[in-house]
């Protein structure tokens, strides 16, 4: 059994500062961390992987500039990760994604399940999974807390208004995790220094793969385009009243009166 399981990175927050008077978005401390939904996918990748054996392969959300991700999955646990080389800078969407990773998936000869994350922390989407399920042709679970799988299929936990709902569809089948979900392990520090000094197996498990050879170069253009930031106007200060309510309630009217006139 396979099980891919994709992730992305954010801006770790703690170094991020918005000042919206100067319109602008300061990075203080330029550091990044594993999206928190998913981290909790890759966390219920290895579960599975403990209960059933399954080899874990660890692939891209988007194209990065480095492959930090990839190592962190496969000092936390995974078997295998494949780098995939692109243009970070051309802002490629979910919709450009799904058709490289769905050749990714044909490439290393399949899988029985894709984990990723249901939502993304800096942009909120959630289109990854749904597009990926919708063109390999599975079924999907959408924003699941816990998932096992056994006798051919995935069983999962979702939220359904107040309350929690048990699922199940066919293997193969994508499944969302809600960020949150599951208590995320700690990389082992052994693998987490072998993996970076290129040292024993586990340095082999990361490959390298290019975009262009896994889809056609002119498919890989996105249909978003970066057009800057915007902030809103800064919000007026107001006026503290003194006095007596009669004398608070005319000083009101009268600003009011004046605004209304400008």
Not at 46 to 54: D, H, Q, S, V, W
Not at 61 to 76: E, G, M, N, S, Y
Request: hydrophobic share 45%.
């Amino acid at each position: 059994m396979r099980i891919i399981v994709i992730l992305g990175r954010v801006l770790d927050p703690r170094g991020i500062v918005v000042n919206p008077r100067a319109g602008r978005i300061f990075i203080n401390r330029e550091e990044y961390r594993l999206q928190p939904a998913d981290r909790c996918a890759l966390e219920l990748a290895l579960r599975i992987k403990e209960a059933t054996g399954a080899e874990v392969v660890a692939l891209p959300r988007t194209f990065l500039p480095d492959d930090d991700v990839l190592r962190q999955a496969l000092a936390t646990g995974a078997d295998r990760a494949v780098y995939i080389a692109g243009q970070p800078t051309a802002l490629p969407d979910d919709g450009l994604m799904a058709r490289v990773l769905v050749a990714a998936v044909e490439k290393l000869g399949g899988a029985d399940l894709i984990l990723t994350g249901a939502t993304t922390l800096d942009t909120g989407q959630g289109q990854l999974g749904p597009r990926l399920a919708e063109a390999l042709g599975w079924p999907q679970i959408l924003s699941a807390w816990t998932a096992e799988v056994a006798d051919g299929a995935v069983r999962a936990v979702r939220q359904d208004g107040a309350g929690y709902v048990k699922v199940e569809a066919p293997l193969p089948a994508v499944v969302t995790v809600v960020p949150g979900a599951l208590k995320p392990r700690y990389p082992n520090g052994r693998r987490l220094i072998n993996i970076y000094k290129g040292m024993g197996e586990i340095a082999a498990a990361l490959e390298r793969w290019e975009a262009t050879d896994l889809v056609a170069p002119e498919a890989l253009v996105p249909m978003l385009e970066r057009r800057g930031q915007d902030f809103p106007p800064e919000r007026e200060r107001g006026t503290r009243l003194s006095g007596t309510l009669e004398e608070v309630a005319r000083a009101a009217a009268e600003a009011l009166r004046a605004r209304l006139s400008r």
